[in-house]
């Protein structure tokens, strides 16, 4: 059982940048892969960015690619989320999810989810 907990959102300027912390409580942290999920008023969930449990492979939605870099630290049971050049399309509750399979995580399917954090990026 893992509890994900998301800090870091708020209102912010185009242009702007934020980081995004996931802090994660139980057992088994490191055999968990990672991500980011984000939904918009009216939209899907879509998984913006996920870091396998090594913290080697790493997956980016395109329209985040160069903006945006995942990372985790197994020692703090965290995963964070840089987010740079924020544009008003990033406006999105965000979510940190877990699983321990890559494939079901990014399909959108973890086993883990947080309760969200508001980012919203003024034009």
């Known amino acids: 059982q893992v509890q994900l907990v998301e800090t870091g959102g708020g209102l912010v300027q185009a242009g702007d940048s934020l980081r995004l912390s996931c802090a994660a409580s139980?057992?088994?942290?490191?055999?968990?892969?990672l991500a980011w999920f984000r939904q918009a008023p009216g939209k899907e969930r879509e998984c913006v960015a996920a870091?396998?449990?090594?913290?080697?492979?790493?997956h980016y939605l395109h329209s985040v690619t160069g903006r945006f870099f995942i990372s985790r630290d197994n020692s703090a049971q965290s995963v964070y989320l840089r987010l740079n050049s924020l544009e008003p399309e990033d406006t999105a509750v965000y979510y940190c999810a877990a699983d321990d399979n890559w494939g079901q995580l990014l399909y959108g399917h973890p086993d883990y989810w947080g309760q969200g954090t508001q980012v919203t990026v003024s034009s």
């Open positions: 870091i396998d449990w090594a913290g080697v492979g790493t």
């Open positions: 139980g057992s088994g942290f490191v055999d968990y892969n």
